[in-house]
């Protein structure tokens, strides 16, 4: 089952993301993570086959893996939700996770490893990356030299704006901004290497953190397709921006159409979404070893 929205009758909706629907249980809340797909902050009108189901089970493959950092995950498997959620099976198997309530932080915690992207861009105009002096001379996609943190605010809708770390200070307090500096680039750096082991390099990625009973847990999603850059190791070569496991093929796809990046988004060609829906397959499968739960 495709799906673009979620609604369970009778489970209060708290929040609806880019991608996720989010449900109140009480003491828990419920995350969906829906088959939406968004490019140039438009959310399309059609479903990517699979990929929220790629996004929940490859998060909770890392929440598990990384030990070393709390984080918000209760339950994924559907035979241990409760008898509320009994009904939705067919909505909820494979692609939610039950977890615990945490108040967000305001700031998105971003790490890059590779210069690419918005940090390419900066980096030719400034020789910084969000204001980290680099050496001069370096090719896009080349490996930085050491990783880099560079918080950006929170945005629904529109884009999120870098901010130093001084503003970061300012936003979550020292105390807790070191924190999720530190582990931002612990997780980053060892997911980059469990994925270099499949053939994966994480060029870049995002994290977010909340707070419960005043201690710092990892939430949301954690290094997927969505919230990182995956490149296939085996095409990547420094001076060019490599094919990523991502939707980026999307983006490639509606930089031909005459689109002026504003709602409504148009739709997508058949083959267009059976080879993006592929490459979130095959990202999780590489990664984990692993198929799909429940799709």
């Not at 884009?159 to 300012?170: A, G, L, R, V």
Request: aromatic share 10%.
């Amino acid at each position: 089952m495709d799906i673009l929205t979620c609604d369970l009758l009778g489970i209060p909706k708290v929040r609806t993301g880019k991608v996720r629907e989010i449900f109140d249980l009480g003491d828990s809340l419920l995350f969906v993570t829906t088959d939406r797909i968004s490019a140039f902050d438009c959310i399309l009108p059609v479903p990517i086959p699979a990929k929220g189901a790629v996004l929940n089970q490859l998060s909770a493959f890392w929440f598990e893996k990384f030990d070393f950092v709390q984080n918000h995950l209760l339950a994924i498997d559907f035979a241990d939700y409760p008898e509320s959620l009994k009904p939705f099976e067919a909505q909820l198997s494979g692609r939610s996770m039950i977890v615990k309530k945490a108040q967000p932080l305001a700031v998105e915690c971003v790490v890059r490893g590779y210069l690419v992207g918005s940090g390419w861009k900066d980096y030719q105009k400034t020789g910084k990356v969000c204001g980290h002096t680099l050496p001069a001379g370096m090719q896009q996609a080349e490996r930085l030299p050491q990783t880099l943190f560079t918080p950006s605010t929170k945005a629904d809708v529109g884009h999120d704006m870098n901010i130093d770390w001084e503003e970061c200070c300012k936003i979550v307090g020292e105390k807790v901004a070191t924190q999720i500096r530190d582990l931002s680039i612990r997780i980053y750096e060892a997911g980059r290497a469990f994925a270099a082991e499949r053939g994966i390099i994480v060029a870049d990625t995002k994290f977010e953190f909340g707070l419960l009973d005043g201690e710092v847990i990892l939430i949301d999603e954690c290094l997927t397709p969505d919230s990182s850059r995956f490149w296939p190791a085996d095409e990547y070569a420094v001076g060019s921006n490599p094919p990523s496991f991502d939707k980026q093929f999307v983006r490639d796809y509606l930089e031909t159409l005459d689109w002026d990046k504003t709602p409504p988004a148009p739709s997508l060609p058949a083959d267009v979404i059976a080879k993006t829906s592929k490459k979130y397959r095959d990202a999780y499968k590489l990664i984990t070893g692993s198929d799909l739960k429940g799709v």
